[in-house]
């Protein structure tokens, strides 16, 4: 990628960024995968009748940004029911977003704790590695989420920027960047764009590459 088309696409996922972390709230929240399939991870099912409204708040806190609110909500269901990890993941996403990188790494490590490859935990411990510079360990983050959950759009979508812009990988970002594309209803023009850029310059065998390597 050129020195242009790779900073276009850096500040595309940027942009990205806040919308697909809330995405992944529903994830986390209800145990499903985005958009569509059911997550596989039975840890991460259901949180308990008693607390669905609580979460349902904090739901509505995130989605309006308003952090703090989603904070409150967040961390009284974090001590309240410790053996679930959609909240704990839920927390990670607030607490990132207020710049607190240290306290939503510990929020994901309890999850992980409970669930080791929850998808959505490892696809927002992906996004905190990633910011914090340790490429590869946010590759193998997001590699678990898709172990757990191959049709995951946000992880498929998180590791072909990864492998797209920052390890200059390419190749091996295609099918990942087209396993996002086909979790749409309507497919992301910009994303089209790179797919058709990739496969010009690495060919149309491309996609195998991203099969031998995990992807």
Not at 60 to 89: C, F, I, K, N, S
Request: with cysteine; net charge neutral.
């Amino acid at each position: 990628m050129s020195p242009r088309s790779a900073e276009t696409a850096a500040l595309r996922f940027a942009a990205r960024g806040g919308a697909l972390a809330l995405l992944a709230l529903v994830v986390a929240a209800c145990g499903a995968s985005a958009p569509r399939k059911a997550a596989v991870d039975a840890a991460s099912a259901q949180i308990p009748a008693d607390a669905q409204s609580a979460y349902d708040r904090a739901l509505v806190a995130m989605r309006a940004q308003d952090w703090l609110a989603a904070e409150l909500e967040l961390a009284e269901l974090t001590h309240d029911y410790a053996g679930y990890p959609g909240p704990q993941v839920n927390l990670a996403i607030v607490l990132r977003h207020e710049g607190r990188p240290e306290e939503a790494r510990a929020a994901l490590d309890r999850a992980l704790a409970v669930s080791p490859g929850h998808a959505a935990a490892n696809n927002e411990l992906g996004i905190l590695l990633r910011e914090s510079g340790k490429f590869a360990e946010a590759e193998r983050a997001y590699r678990r989420a898709l172990d757990t959950d191959p049709s995951y759009a946000l992880a498929h979508y998180n590791l072909a920027v990864l492998l797209d812009v920052y390890l200059r990988r390419g190749a091996e970002a295609i099918a990942h960047y087209e396993a996002y594309q086909s979790s749409l209803a309507v497919p992301d023009k910009t994303v089209a764009g790179w797919i058709v850029d990739l496969r010009r310059r690495f060919g149309a065998g491309a996609p195998q590459v991203a099969k031998e390597n995990g992807g």
